[in-house]
């Protein structure tokens, strides 16, 4: 029977991924959000599925079916908890997983890099759309201020508003269209993660020296299996902390009012994971020239592959790449704090700074590195 299993196509793939696939030896933890991330998309995937038996998509019933559901439902709350910060818990892995490879020069692999940015912006559509089906008051106003936005493109914008909206301002058919789909992007994100890790398997990792691993490497199993596991623990343990805990820290308290048209909250803002985009949006006067600025600036990650290619992958052996790294991160909190402040001055002007040097980490990183390489 071991023989026959041994053949079988299915099991070579499973074992060919988790069990004999050849690992650099030298890989650190920061390797260990790949498993992370897939582990947080099966949570939210699984307590999605079993929230979508106790929703109703409309404007009349979403919000009192979500709070009914609470009391009602037999541990509703509990899926909806981990739903919720487990969305949180996987962009905090994302930005972990993407800053890992801007250090160490995981773009260099094109494919890989490409599809991981695809990934990321699916997950940012799907933890939008999601964000809407409470109904709650930051819902509505959210979900109105956003998808106004693409009525600053030229010619097209206001048919583009209306054709997402299914109507002529936020209403039933904008939560029903929202609804379905955030049942399917999930579903898209895990076919984008099994492309990710085949271009992955296909042109192997990095590691954090930046240099060929060909000669050194292990098998996947058992040694970065438990390694994994471990980091497991260690990443949902605050997790579940939180959902027993303090299950709605994370979230805003006017969504605990149901959506109302007829009253504007006193500040509109998303979730803590897009603000740093929504400060950058902010920053620029113009309309459409905050919209651009806002696509740019997860778009700008597609740029990275093709930035000037060093002597040695990463930046671990750049002080100067290391210290413009280090200050984009700082200006990352920054924007995010920036971006859950008032539109008022200073925080206007702060956003206007930090959004620049934001793009010129992006803009500088390439010539800084090739410069060091002459110089060493």
């Given amino acids: 029977m071991y023989k026959a299993s041994r053949f079988s196509p299915l099991v070579s793939v499973v074992r060919h991924t988790v069990i004999t696939l050849p690992t650099p030896i030298n890989i650190s933890t920061w390797w260990n959000f790949g498993s992370l991330l897939g582990v947080c998309l099966v949570i939210q995937i699984f307590s999605g599925l079993i929230l979508s038996l106790h929703f109703t998509a409309h404007t009349d019933l979403s919000f009192y079916v979500v709070i009914q559901s609470f009391g009602d439902v037999y541990y509703n709350w509990w899926f909806r908890a981990f739903h919720a910060n487990g969305a949180s818990f996987f962009f905090i892995g994302l930005y ?13 692999f094109k494919e890989v890099w490409s599809v991981g940015v695809v990934i990321l912006l699916v997950v940012m559509a799907s933890a939008f759309l999601g964000y809407v ?29 209306i054709w997402l909206w ?4 936020v209403d039933n058919a904008t939560l029903t269209r929202f609804f379905g789909l955030h049942f399917v992007l999930p579903f898209m994100v895990a076919g984008l993660a099994g492309l990710h890790l085949f271009f992955l398997h296909d042109q192997g990792s990095s590691n954090p020296l930046g240099v060929s691993s060909d000669y050194n490497k292990v098998v996947f199993h058992h040694y970065y299996v438990l390694k994994d596991l ?30 109302n048209p007829l009253v504007t909250p006193h500040h509109i803002q998303p979730e803590w994971y897009f603000l740093f985009a929504y400060a950058i949006l902010r ?34 052996f ?32 702060i956003s206007q700074v930090l959004s620049f040097l934001y793009f010129a980490y992006f803009i500088l990183i390439g010539p800084v590195t090739r410069i060091q390489d002459k110089l060493l």
């Fill in 96 to 108: 972990l997983h993407i800053a890992r490879g801007l250090y160490y020069g995981s773009y260099v």
């Fill in 133 to 161: 089906l409470p109904w709650g008051q930051m819902s509505f106003w959210g979900a109105t201020v956003i998808t106004s936005l693409f009525s600053a493109l030229p010619v097209i914008g206001s048919d583009v508003v």
């Fill in 166 to 169: 299914g109507g002529f301002s």
């Fill in 230 to 259: 471990v980091g497991v623990c260690f990443f949902l343990g605050p997790l579940v902390g939180l959902v027993y805990f303090n299950p709605w820290l994370l979230g805003d308290p006017e969504n605990f009012i149901e959506g």
């Fill in 283 to 316: 920053a620029v006067p113009n309309k459409l020239g905050g919209v651009v600025a806002l696509a740019a600036a997860v778009l700008v990650l597609f740029y990275m592959p093709f930035s000037p290619k060093t002597s040695i992958k990463g930046l671990s």
């Fill in 318 to 349: 750049y002080p100067g790449g290391k210290s413009l790294f280090f200050s984009m991160i700082g200006v990352f909190f920054l924007l995010t704090w920036a971006g859950s402040k008032p539109v008022e001055e200073p925080y206007v002007v």
